[in-house]
């Protein structure tokens, strides 16, 4: 059974059809990539997906429960973690805050507890903060455990937020342009912890430009234009598909970026 | 010896400080003074009701003052009208206030911004209509007169604690403020008040990251109205006359000003705040109606140079005169 399955997704906004009639799965354990023009509606479909917007009809099934029309919290508990494409962190709070208020929807806090600081709301604040340097470590930002996040390089924001999503404890991870203004290098990094999410048994939605990294880290990958899915297969079957060339490239075959 | 600096110079040992001239200062000053000292402890309270939800949470509510006056008038109703005790009374009417701002929460914190802060905005003005035009209830624009002080309270030791003179009202209050204090403090540093803090910077942000901020929100927004019926019950009792005024909107808008004067989201803004304009207009003996022009002014002052408000600047300094032990503050919360 596949872990995120979406039937007939359409949302429009006044005429225009953002997403349109959209099918696709995802699989446990996958990697799946969205790719397409600027406003062929891949935010949007995250923004969907994670009940920031409400679709205007079709439904999302996500391990095995429908979730359409959910709100964002309850989608993040029940295991879809989401990063933003902008880049969302919490810029004045340090690096360890971060990720301690990702922990804090696992952990039950009351305001009695919180006030009085019983033991058992002590015991799970411990609890949350170690689990927070789990995650930190993880994402390889231990050393700046202390710093504010805004003082972080673009790259380490990246792995911030993406160390923000992990701590909700998610089956299914969705990165909307982790590579985004960063460079080659730091890009490869970014790949690397990509790989390490997926050995640990996330599996990974990805929305990115960088062909370069899409086309290397990527099982599949669907193509959207116009918010529909114009192709759907390997990174080889997309590359060759001629549909997908002329959305991109308006009919002319050019090498890959 | 280095230690000794530290603590020379921690925030602790300006707490304390501050504690003990609060304590010890009042009986040597004449009884003007304590009145003005007692009204700066209710305002405080008040403040620090704004404080969690504006300064912590991110939502500014300029409907406080309402809630204020729906606390007084509870406590004012129940005991001239209804012959309860000042303990009952008192607990009844923050449990009373607490629920209506429940009750206004919901629909309000769904909207955000702006239309939140009108909707406050206009809860306050409705509220202060009501007071007026409910004369059996409320007694319209006379007021409410003859409400009591704190009931006396038995020592353990024998004898009684009595409120009767201003100086024991004073006391009280500030023991009300100290508890209020530390229960702010609690709640900041802790994960629940880590997630109001959240959803100041960034409410889509810690939406996805599975917190329920519409419920966050609303808890916030109950307890800043329980705080502010605390601050109205007290002013109540210390009055003993309250009338509709008290629950006027632009009352609303003085505290967020001494609020943000002080410093929003920090624990010594909502005192510092409410200490400068209060103290400084009465002090200078200002005619009264030129208090809101002077306030609107320094008010307007802080947001252009200094938007972090006394405390903000405070750091500022702190971490210039100190260079060895400069840390990065973040703007406005401290």
């Keep these: ?257 | 010896m280095e230690t000794l600096k530290n603590l020379f110079y921690s925030k602790t040992t300006a707490w304390l400080l501050a504690l003990m001239l609060a304590v010890a200062v009042p009986p040597l000053a004449g009884g003007y003074l304590v009145s003005i000292l007692i009204l700066i402890c209710i305002w405080s309270i008040m403040c620090f009701s704004i404080n969690i939800i504006y300064g912590y949470t991110g939502q500014l509510s300029l409907g406080q003052a309402a809630f204020f006056g729906i606390g007084a008038y509870a406590f004012g109703i129940l005991t001239v009208k209804l012959h309860m005790g000042f303990w009952p009374a008192f607990l009844a009417a923050v449990v009373i206030t607490g629920l209506i701002g429940f009750l206004i929460g919901i629909p309000a914190l769904k909207l955000r911004g702006p239309y939140f802060i009108l909707v406050t905005l206009g809860f306050s003005v409705i509220i202060g209509v009501v007071l007026v035009a409910w004369v059996d209830l409320t007694g319209g624009a006379n007021g409410l007169a003859g409400i009591p002080r704190p009931n006396p309270v038995p020592l353990p030791w024998g004898g009684q604690l009595s409120f009767d003179s201003l100086l024991s009202m004073y006391y009280f209050v500030l023991f009300f403020l100290l508890i209020i204090m530390v229960f702010t403090h609690r709640l900041i540093s802790s994960l629940l008040g880590k997630t109001l803090v959240a959803i100041s910077y960034n409410e889509t942000l810690t939406e996805s990251l599975g917190i329920n901020t519409m419920s966050r929100k609303i808890l916030s927004f109950t307890i800043s109205a329980v705080l502010a019926a605390i601050a109205g019950v007290f002013y109540g009792s210390y009055n003993v006359v309250i009338s509709p005024e008290i629950a006027y909107f632009a009352r609303g808008m003085d505290v967020v000003a001494y609020l943000i004067v002080g410093g929003a989201g920090t624990m010594a803004g909502p005192i510092l705040g409410t200490l400068v304009l209060m103290a400084v207009p009465e002090l200078l003996q200002v005619v009264p109606s030129l208090k809101t022009l002077i306030n609107g002014i320094i008010l307007m002052l802080f947001l252009v140079f200094l938007p972090s408000g006394i405390t903000g600047g405070i750091d500022t300094l702190w971490a210039k005169i100190f260079r060895s032990r400069i840390r990065q503050y973040g703007p406005a919360r401290g």
């Design chain 1, 1 to 257: 059974m596949a872990l995120l399955e979406v039937n007939g997704l359409t949302k429009r906004f006044g005429g225009l059809a953002a997403v349109e009639d959209l099918d696709f799965s995802i699989q446990a354990g996958e990697l799946l990539s969205i790719i397409g023009p600027n406003g062929a509606g891949k935010t949007t479909l995250f923004n969907l997906l994670t009940g920031f917007y409400r679709p205007t009809s079709g439904r999302i099934i996500f391990n095995g429960a429908d979730i359409t029309g959910l709100k964002p919290h309850c989608i993040t508990r029940s295991g879809m973690g989401r990063t933003f494409q902008m880049t969302h962190i919490f810029r004045n709070s340090t690096v360890l805050d971060n990720v301690i208020i990702g922990q804090t929807s696992h952990s039950r806090i009351g305001l009695l507890g919180s006030i009085l600081g019983t033991p058992s709301a002590r015991r799970e604040k411990k609890k949350v903060i170690e689990k927070a340097k789990e995650i930190i470590s993880f994402v390889e930002l231990a050393d700046q455990e202390d710093k504010t996040a805004y003082s972080l390089t673009e790259e380490s924001k990246k792995r911030l937020s993406i160390a923000l999503a992990l701590a909700t404890e998610p089956k299914l991870l969705l990165l909307d342009e982790p590579a985004a203004g960063v460079n080659l290098e730091e890009m490869g990094g970014l790949m690397e912890l990509i790989g390490r999410i997926r050995k640990s048994g996330i599996s990974v939605c990805l929305i990115e430009h960088r062909m370069r990294m899409v086309m290397s880290i990527s099982d599949r990958i669907i193509v959207l234009s116009y918010g529909r899915n114009i192709a759907d297969g390997t990174p080889e079957e997309v590359a060759n598909n001629e549909n997908v060339i002329k959305a991109y490239l308006g009919g002319y075959r050019v090498a890959q970026c």
